[in-house]
Structures are given as C-alpha cells and as structure tokens.
C-alpha cells in the first residue's frame, strides 16, 4: 500500500510537471511567434534590440540555441513537437540584421556578440541532432553567412566538424545530396569558402563529403550533373578551390572513370555561372598538373573556344588555364589551336584590361614551350607572301601592346615578352632613335 501510495503521488507530480512544461515550452513558442510578428512590422526596433550588447534580448536568443537548453528540452515529452519551433523562430530572428541595410559597426557589434556565443557552432549542432532535414534550411543559410562575415564563426564550424565527425559529416553528406537545391548551394558556398581560406591540413572532411563511404566520388559525380545551374556552379567553385591543395582529387580526377570528363563537361554548359566555375577548376587543375596533364589535353578546344565567351571573367580563366597547360608538356595541342595566336590578339585587342593582362602572363608562361617560342618568333617567317603578311600582323600586335593605358604591371609584363621573344628575332625594327625594344612597344617610361 505505501509502494502504491507513493506511485500515485509520483504520477501526479509527473502530470503536473508535464503540464508546466508544456505550459512553458508553448509560452516560450508564443513569444517567439509575437516578437516575429512585432519586428516584421518594426525592423529597426530588433536591430536597435539586437545591437546592444548584451541586451536581453541577443542573450535570450544565445540561450534557446545553447547545448544545454536544447538538450534539456530535447528531454521532454513535449521536446520534438517545440524544438523545431523554438530553434527556427530564434534563426529567424537573428537574419534581421543581415537583410537590412545596417551600419557596419553596428554590424560588427552584433557579429562579435554571435562569435562569443559560439552560434556557429550551436547552428551546426542544431541542425544535425534535433531538426528534420526539411527545416535546416534557414539555420544553415545563417550559418553560411557568418562564416563568410567572420574568420571565428568560420573556425568554429570547422572545430564542430572536427570535434564530431561521425555525427556531423553524414549529416552534411545528407544534406548535399538533398532535393532542396538552395539548401545544397548554401552548403557548397560554406565548403568552398572554407577551402578557400583556411589551411589544407582543415579540408580532409570535405574530400571525404565528395569521396563518400565508398571513394567512388557519387556525390561529386551527382553534384556535377546536378540539374540546377546553381549547384552545378557552386560545386565546380569548389572543386576550383580544392584542386589548389589536394593531390588526392587530382589523383582521383586520373584515376575515377568518366570524373575528368565530368569536369571538363563544364566548360560548354549553357549557363554562364557554370562555364566561369568550371574554366576556374579546369585551370587550377591544369597547375602544376603533374601526371594529370596529359589527361587534360581534352580541355584544350573547349578552353579555346571560352577565349571568344561574352563574358570577361571566363574569357580571363579561359587564358589563364590555357597559360598553365603549356608546361604540362601540352604545347602541340595548343599550337594545334592556334591558342598562341589568339592569345597575342587577346592581349592586344580585348576590350577589359584584365583580360589583357591575363593573356600577358599567358603569354609569358606559354614561350617557355620550345615549339610555342618558335611560332610566337616568327609567326610564319618561312617565306613567301602570306608569310610576310603575318610577320606583319604579327609585329602589329607588338605594337599596338603599347597603345592601351596599361599600369605598370602590365607594361613591364608586355616589355619582359618582348624582349624574351622578339630583341633577336626578324621582327624588331630598330628605330634611328632608339635602338631599345621599349620604343617599338610604345613605353617611353615605367
């Protein structure tokens, strides 16, 4: 009877703290939904909220995405119905600041409360251990942004990653090969951002996100066929960034049937975002290529053709990827598209100053290669008419390097090419005046 006794008045104490837990998990939930509805109409009052420091309502909003807190509610009987509400209601919140026009300093306040709260972190946490892959949307778009505002907020989702690997890299595998193609896009601008600032010995996670389990590389393969143009242009971006540091991806560019040509595939996609990110792989592959090189040979046409693309910033990686293949052994290739010759037009003749000065350093790469020194000297000086016409043409395009505004940079680039191919050849015409090639550019000082 005592054993039953005081089972009834366990129950009762457990009903009564059900109830005000629900009670207060709702209360909590209530608020959050009128502080929405509040800032929405009044945005400038969160952000006045928000940007004092420690004020209670940042320190409140910290508290609802700290460990503790929602582990605890985690624990409740009521914790999978107000988890996900509590934990998007407070991301929703702190993305006012970044989707009004804010003062910078005020900017920096609110991002330096965020990175001492470590919420990158507790966002990453949040989303791998309590929320269902349809409603990690928002966290990790918040996330992303920090990262790519403040080098802490960065680091600290590295160190989360690093911290926990068996729990958190399947749930990013998971989420990019998702269908919610903006949630796979900011996933793969937060991963490409980290490849391209922090170290190498950081990016092992990421190799291994696009490995898989197996090392068969089906998430990269599916990313790159993906049909949204914006997955697709954020993961050649990434594949950009890795190939500066990764031998492993290069090696599995060699060695994974059809990758490369995956990669390559890129180059002639009719979304322009797409061609500018995979010209971008394509050329920090082609550096320092190594046994890679002869493989990308196949990228010479498709890189040629880019050189005419509408837009300047693929025109640009188009010459400078085309500048890193000549010493990967690739010279006949290029010659075999007169990528010599359109690359002396380029630098000559296009109409942005940073194509020009890319095609200069081509240029400068490229006359390392014994048989593209040779055609950039003579351009055809066996003989005959049309031979003449194109040492012509050729000393032309000499010439007219000297007639753009070129900074200094550049025309101490366009003099070292020209004393490097054309001092000793048959297309310096010394001037009574002036017996240095400096004249025959058109740069009277540097």
């Known amino acids: 009877m005592v054993l039953g006794a005081v089972g009834k008045r366990a129950a009762r104490s457990l009903a009564c703290f059900t109830r005000s837990s629900f009670s207060m998990f709702s ?33 409140t909003l910290k508290h609802l ?30 993305c006012f600041p970044f989707a009004l026009d804010v003062d910078a300093d005020l900017l920096v306040g609110i991002l330096a409360d965020l990175r001492d709260s470590e919420v990158a972190a507790n ?28 080098p802490t907020a960065l680091n600290q989702f590295v160190n989360t990653v ?16 998702s269908d919610l193609p903006l949630l796979t896009s900011d996933l793969l601008s937060l991963l490409a951002h980290t490849a391209r600032v922090l170290s190498p010995s950081h990016l092992s996670f990421i190799q291994e996100l ?12 599916s990313l790159l066929g993906h049909p949204e143009n914006s997955v697709r242009a954020r993961t050649y971006g990434l594949l950009g960034h890795l190939l500066q540091h990764s031998m492993a991806l290069r090696g599995a560019l060699q060695s994974q049937a059809g990758l490369l ?22 050329g920090n592959a082609a550096y320092q290529a190594g046994p890679l090189g002869p493989a990308l040979a196949a990228a010479v046409p ?19 990827a085309l500048g890193n293949l000549g010493p990967e052994g690739l010279g006949e290739e290029l010659l075999q598209c007169q990528v010599p010759q359109r690359l002396l037009e380029m630098a000559c ?28 000297v003579s351009l055809g000086a066996s003989g005959g008419k049309e031979a003449a016409r194109r040492r012509r043409e050729a000393r032309q395009g000499v010439l007219k390097l000297g007639a753009f505004p070129f900074g200094p940079r550049l025309k101490n680039l366009a003099t070292e090419i020209y004393l490097k191919l054309f001092s000793s050849s048959c297309l310096f015409i010394p001037h009574p005046e002036h017996s240095c090639p400096l004249w025959l550019l058109g740069i009277k000082s540097l």
């Not at 696009?210 to 393969?221: I, V």
Request: aromatic share 4%; proline share 7%; hydrophobic share 45%.
């Open 302 to 320: 498709s890189m040629t053709q880019l050189l005419g693309d509408p837009q300047a910033g693929i025109r640009r990686n188009a010459v400078s």
């Open 65 to 94: 995405l700290s460990p503790s807190f929602l582990h605890h509610l985690s624990q409740t009987p009521y914790g999978a119905e107000f988890l996900p509400v509590v934990a998007v209601s407070v991301c929703q919140l702190l």
């Open 210 to 221: 696009l490995a898989g389990s197996d090392e068969s590389y089906r998430p990269l393969r």
């Open 261 to 282: 040509n995956l990669l390559l595939l890129g180059l002639g996609d009719e979304d322009p975002a797409v061609r500018r990110s995979a010209s971008f792989a394509v």
């Open 162 to 177: 690093a911290a926990s690997p068996r729990a958190i890299i399947p749930f990013l595998s998971v989420v990019l090969l």
């Open 349 to 376: 003749g296009d109409p942005q100053l940073n194509v020009k000065e890319a095609a200069l350093v081509a240029l400068r790469s490229l006359r390392q290669e014994p048989c593209i020194h040779q055609v950039l």
């Open 123 to 150: 966002l990453l946490q949040v989303c791998c251990h309590y929320l269902p892959l349809s409603q990690v949307e928002l966290p990790i778009s918040l996330l992303t942004r920090l990262a790519l505002m403040d």
């Open 27 to 59: 209360g909590i939930a209530a608020l959050l939904s009128l502080a929405m509805a509040t800032f929405t109409q009044e945005p400038q009052l969160c952000l006045s909220h928000l940007s004092q420091r420690g004020s209670l309502l940042m320190s």
